[in-house]
Nanobody, 115 residues
Framework: VQLVESGGGSVQAGGSLRLSCAAS????????MGWYRQAPGKQRELVAD????????NYADSVKGRFTISRDNAKNTMYLQMISLKPEDTAVYYC?????????WGQGTQVTVSS
């Protein structure tokens, strides 16, 4: 499975961005996909994830009500719509895909929110 993120950038507080993650390869083996982020000096943390098939979603408390995760199975693409962005959302955002045996990661995309 290969993952390629896009859509990061720099915005002012209160702004919006949409991240995309295109998956290729053995995508039928993916059980769940998610977005993680890592700010400088901090550990990587889960932002949101979505279960394949059921579409069940899960969000970190810090982003609930502001971020929306979705997946277009026909395009093998996952999205993260982010609104009302805050400076504390600044981080490198990583796409993740989980199979029974492995975790796959994208290269990351920078999101910078200025006050």
């Amino acid at each position: 499975v290969q993952l390629v993120e896009s859509g990061g950038g720099s915005v002012q507080a209160g702004g919006s961005l949409r991240l995309s993650c295109a998956a290729s390869g053995f995508t039928f083996s993916i059980n769940a996909m998610g977005w993680y982020r890592q700010a400088p000096g901090k550990q990587r943390e889960l932002v949101a994830d979505i279960i394949s098939g059921s579409g069940t979603t899960n969000y970190a408390d810090s982003v609930k009500g502001r971020f929306t995760i979705s997946r277009d199975n026909a395009k093998n693409t996952m999205y993260l719509q982010m609104i009302s962005l805050k400076p504390e959302d600044t981080a490198v955002y990583y796409c993740n895909a989980r199979t029974l045996k492995y975790d796959y990661w994208g290269q990351g995309t920078q999101v910078t929110v200025s006050s």
